[in-house]
């Protein structure tokens, strides 16, 4: 559970410095549970013949964000982060 916490930390920090990785997360954290359930599946249709090590770093990212609605929980600590590197 920590360790997924830091994940979640280390992908909202990345946000910061990178407006690609802030559109996916932010468009992620804006979908229905339908679309989620949607894009998940396409995502791992997506995945299943890829097996680069950019593939599998991107296949881990976009699992862990697809699942428990880190999307949102990534948003919430982009906000805290953000608030903190402005004082």
Do not use: G, H
Request: hydrophobic share 35%.
């Amino acid at each position: 559970m920590e360790e997924r916490l830091e994940e979640l930390k280390a992908i909202a920090r990345a946000c910061i410095t990178d407006e690609r990785i802030y559109e996916i997360v932010y468009s992620i954290s804006q979908m229905s549970q339908e679309d989620l359930q949607q894009f998940r599946s396409k995502v791992v249709s997506y995945f299943m013949t890829k097996n680069s090590p950019e593939d599998m770093e991107a296949y881990k990212f976009y699992k862990i964000i697809l699942e428990d609605q880190n999307a949102r929980k990534v948003m919430e600590f982009y906000q805290e982060i953000k608030k903190e590197s402005e004082r």
